[in-house]
């Protein structure tokens, strides 16, 4: 807020004051939802094709496609939430490296360009390049999808976001996001061997997830009295109570059972059951966890 100008030397001063409700609303949700699945897609594609190249290797078109899906809607979802979005070309004209944004911005750009490279290979059939693009785009992947537990780290005052857990968590929402959606994009082009792969990364993913959550949930409030007043809105009768378990079954509890239930009865249909929810689920679970530290009174 501006405080008052300085005619003689044009300068303004500003107060620094903390800004009152919900900063970060459900548009930075779908931002995180796509993120995950976008890099995820990514990550996956890598290891089907080196464990599973038969199996997997009519994906590499549709799979290069749907990232680039996934991260232009992570992409369109960043610009909206922007305050002065028709001023996002001041990052990449007059970058600051010490904000995450702006290198969040360059690294997003840069692995959204060689997505479209990618999908001009699998078009072309180039498979020995794509592979080799792939490599470097799966790194890549990496950082873009670690960037936003940077940025949610720097905000003040808010110990839910430690950087450790949340850094993880992303890396385990986009295996777990992309192990799912590549079980639904495959569908009968995987061999068995192929979907037990997959299954066991969205199973393994939900329960590391999962614990890591439920770790915060329970000694979190033992380490700041923070995150024990943030914690009171999923517990008990808090508002986010129900939203924060529905997530929790949905995309955690249920696929790690489905997954098994697949495994020992051989089903496909369970699997996808599996994938469907974890999809759905994420992004309740990354809505609950963007809100409830916001609701906490800066003062």
């Avoid at 979802?77 to 028709?86: K, N, R, S, W």
């Avoid at 790194?139 to 949610?152: D, Q």
């Avoid at 974890?278 to 963007?290: F, N, P, R, Y």
């Amino acid at each position: 807020m501006v405080h008052e100008t300085l005619a003689a030397t044009n300068a303004v001063v500003t107060l620094d004051v903390a800004l009152p409700g919900i900063v970060w609303p459900w548009l930075v949700t779908v931002n995180m939802w796509a993120k995950s699945i976008g890099t995820g897609i990514i990550f996956v594609l890598f290891m089907l094709l080196r464990m599973h190249p038969e199996s997997a290797k009519s994906l590499r078109l549709p799979s290069a496609v749907a990232a680039f899906v996934f991260i232009n809607i992570f992409l369109l979802f960043t610009l909206a939430d922007l305050h002065q979005p028709f001023r996002m070309w001041h990052i990449f004209v007059y970058p600051h490296w010490n904000s995450a944004i702006a290198v969040g911005s360059f690294m997003a750009s840069a692995f959204l360009g060689l997505l479209i490279l990618l999908a001009f290979l699998a078009f072309k059939k180039n498979n020995e390049l794509f592979d080799k693009v792939l490599l470097w785009t799966a790194i890549l992947a990496i950082p873009v999808t670690l960037y936003t537990a940077a940025l949610m780290s720097q905000a003040t005052a808010r110990e839910l976001w430690q950087m450790p857990a949340e850094s993880a968590q992303m890396i385990l929402a986009a295996l777990l996001s992309g192990s799912a959606f590549m079980l639904l994009l495959g569908g009968n082009k995987l061999s068995d061997e192929a979907k037990n792969t997959l299954g066991v990364v969205l199973g393994l993913s939900a329960l590391m997830a999962f614990i890591i959550y439920m770790s915060e949930y329970i000694f979190g409030p033992m380490k700041a009295e923070e995150i024990a007043a943030t914690i009171d809105y999923i517990k008990g009768d808090g508002p986010y109570t129900v939203m924060f378990w529905l997530g929790q079954w949905m995309t955690y509890i249920l696929p790690m059972l489905f997954v098994v239930l697949s495994r020992v009865g051989k089903s496909d249909a369970i699997l996808k059951l599996a994938a469907i929810l974890a999809l759905v689920g994420l992004a309740i679970v990354k809505h609950v966890w963007l809100m409830i530290p916001q609701l906490l009174p800066m003062s």
